[in-house]
C-alpha cells in the first residue's frame, strides 16, 4: 500500500510541483491550500508524513505544528521555510517538525528528505531499542521519571510535556546519566544517520529541554561540554534506579 502524504501549501505551483513528484515516486499525495482546512485534514484522516509551508492562510504552520503535537498526534512533518529564515526553522523544530528544507529547493532534495523520515520512522517502529530491558521500565533518575513506552515524562511528580522529538534527546541522555555524548551521537540516535539538516537541530532540542527542566535543576539537569556536545547531570545524593 502506497505511503500518504499530507502537502499543506498554498502557493499553486509550488503545491503542483510537489504533488507531481511526490505521486510520481509512489505516494498518494493529498493536497490542501489552507492552514485551516490543512490542520482538519490531518486530524481527521491518517498519514504518513506531511510537508508543511509555514506561511499559510487561516492558521500557520507553526500553529498547526503545536495543535497537533498538543494532541499527541506524532504524524512526522517537514516544515518548508523561507531562505536564511533561521528564527523560522528553530520554531517549527521547537513545535515539533523532524525536519526543514528551504525556499528555494529541488526536487531531489525534497525526495532526499521524504524518503529519510519516512525510513527513520519505520525503523523506529519495527525495531527494538537496544536496552530493551531499560525501555520496557520506568527510569527514574533524580527526580525525573520517564516512561518510555507512553512517552510521559515527570520531574518532582509533576508532568512534563515534550516533544516527541524532545523526549527522544532526553531517553538517549538518560540512558546514559553522566556520560558526555556528541552532537553526532545525539543526531545519528534521534534524528537517524541519514538526516540530512544540521547539528543545530540539536542544540536548539537541548536549549528546550533545559527550560523544562528548570522545574527541579537541583535534581538533574543538562551540561554543555564545549566543543564536545552533552550530559545528564543527576544528583549524587539519589542513585538512579532503573
Known amino acids: 500500500m502506497a505511503q500518504r502524504l499530507l502537502v499543506i501549501e498554498d502557493e499553486p505551483t509550488l503545491a503542483r ?6 505521486t510520481q515516486e509512489g505516494y498518494e499525495v493529498t493536497v490542501e491550500d489552507h492552514g485551516t482546512a ?4 490531518a486530524t481527521r484522516e491518517p498519514f504518513d508524513l506531511i510537508v508543511l509551508d509555514l506561511m499559510l492562510p487561516g492558521m500557520n504552520g507553526i500553529d498547526i505544528l503545536d495543535k497537533l503535537r498538543g494532541q499527541g498526534i506524532r504524524t512526522p512533518v517537514i516544515v518548508l521555510t523561507a531562505k536564511n529564515a533561521e528564527e523560522d526553522v528553530v520554531r517549527g523544530l521547537k513545535s515539533g517538525a523532524d525536519d526543514y528544507i528551504t525556499k528555494p529547493f529541488g526536487v531531489s532534495e ?9 525510513r527513520r520512522i519505520s525503523g523506529i517502529a519495527e ?5 530493551t530491558a531499560v525501555s520496557a521500565s520506568t527510569i527514574i533518575l533524580g527526580q525525573l521519571e520517564i516512561y518510555p513506552e507512553r512517552y510521559e515524562v515527570s520531574l518532582g511528580g509533576q508532568s512534563i510535556n515534550l516533544r516527541p522529538k524532545e523526549f527522544e534527546v532526553l531517553l538517549y ?9 556528541t552532537r553526532d551521537d545525539l543526531m545519528n540516535a534521534v534524528w537517524g544517520f541519514d538526516y540530512i539538516g544540521g547539528q543545530r537541530t540539536v542544540d536548539v532540542h537541548v536549549s528546550s529541554l533545559r527550560k523544562k527542566l528548570e522545574l527541579d535543576p537541583e535534581s ?8 564536545v556536545g552533552y550530559k545528564l547531570v543527576v ?3 539519589r542513585t538512579p534506579v532503573i
Open 173 to 181: 541522555l538518560a540512558r546514559k546519566p553522566g556520560v558526555v555524548l
Open 110 to 118: 525534497l525526495l532526499a528528505r521524504v524518503s529519510a523520515v519516512l
Open 127 to 131: 525495531e527494538a531499542p537496544p536496552e
Open 38 to 41: 490543512g490542520y482538519d485534514r
Open 17 to 22: 510541483l510537489l504533488s507531481y513528484n511526490l
Open 220 to 227: 538533574v539537569h543538562i551540561d554543555s561540554i564545549r566543543g
Open 235 to 237: 544528583n549524587k545524593k
